[in-house]
């Protein structure tokens, strides 16, 4: 199946450029490029919901403090740096 994207001339030089460098085939290049973004995007997904999945699980468990216990850590923990 064949997709047709328009690009900005811009951008359309960097892709080429990159190309250029590696000896390779624009349309290869560009589908590598789609492919890996495609695969970090679906990794990040999955981080995300494993994250919040540890949050809930630690939440049912009773792991959790309020929230002025985490403001009070962030405010000693950030002003500490700034006497230095």
């Given at each position: 199946m064949a997709i047709v994207v328009t690009l900005n001339p811009e951008l359309e030089a960097l892709l080429r450029d990159k190309a250029a460098r590696q000896?390779?085939?624009?349309?290869?290049?560009?589908?590598?490029?789609?492919?890996?973004?495609?695969?970090?995007?679906?990794?990040?997904?999955?981080?995300?919901?494993?994250?919040?999945?540890?949050g809930l699980d630690d939440f049912e468990a009773g792991r959790f403090r309020s929230f002025q216990e985490f403001a009070d850590e962030q405010r000693r923990k950030y002003s500490n740096r700034h006497k230095g």
């Open positions: 000896g390779q085939d624009v349309g290869l290049v560009a589908s590598e490029l789609l492919a890996r973004v495609l695969e970090w995007e679906e990794q990040d997904s999955e981080e995300a919901i494993k994250g919040i999945q540890q």
